[in-house]
T-cell receptor
């Protein structure tokens, strides 16, 4: 079945540091890949997505590139802020033609804390 | 545009009691999802509806969990009887469509269930 593995956390950084959160996946076919963010006390929000190989998703200074050859979708940000403190989830959605098209499979989440 | 609404936000019950959660998706969204998020883990899909029909309930513990979406709009998830391991956040999400690129899922704030 489909699965997503995220780097173990938590991650603690100083403001303006570079961020990488690793994500690898196992899936049949051609899944879409997502990063969701959950700020304290709030619901899950879509941060960025990529729907095919070599696509780069970007939003709010965050980026991730769909790498089919390494089955990865690592999240990066060049300079983090205190307001980026949250839990980040990598997820995949099976491609069209799959029996579970639309269903999201999530990684376990990575807690990010950014200190001033 | 109003987001996905869920109630209650918090619920504490004793084991073997029953509990029900309610979700109202974004207006016009045909697809509705219920996820279970256990502390420290990513959300796991319990059931997916397309209008008022079930698309995927393979991960729903049917001996104790049930869900319905009678008029293809709002939905109710029930647990009867609850077990300690059901303590989790129950997330509802909706999407405009499933089998197209307009399948972004929007999440509600969740219901935090504690079973004592």
């Amino acid at each position: 079945g489909n699965s997503v593995t995220q780097m173990e956390g938590p991650v603690t950084l100083s403001e303006e540091a570079f961020l990488t959160i690793n994500c690898t996946y196992t899936a049949t076919g051609y899944p879409s890949l997502f990063w969701y963010v959950q700020y304290p006390g709030e619901g899950l929000q879509l941060l960025l997505k990529a729907t095919k190989a070599d696509d780069k998703g970007s939003n709010k200074g965050f980026e991730a590139t769909y790498r089919k050859e390494t089955t990865s979708f690592h999240l990066e940000k060049g300079s983090v802020q205190v307001s980026d403190s949250a839990v980040y989830f990598c997820a995949l959605s099976e491609g069209a033609g799959g029996t579970s098209y639309g269903k999201l499979t999530f990684g376990q989440g990575t807690i990010l804390t950014v200190h001033p | 545009e109003a987001g996905v609404a869920q109630s209650p936000r918090y619920k504490i019950i004793e084991k073997r009691q029953s509990v029900a959660f309610w979700c109202n998706p974004i207006s016009g969204h045909a697809t509705l999802y219920w996820y279970q998020q256990i502390l420290g883990q990513g959300p796991k899909l319990l059931i997916q509806f397309q209008n008022n029909g079930v698309v995927d309930d393979s991960q729903l513990p049917k001996d104790r969990f049930s869900a319905e979406r009678l008029k293809g709009v709002d939905s109710t998830l029930k647990i009867q009887p609850a077990k300690l391991e059901d303590s989790a956040v129950y997330l509802c999400a909706s999407s405009l469509e499933t089998r197209t690129l307009r399948n972004e899922q929007f999440f509600g704030p969740g219901t935090r269930l504690t079973v004592l």
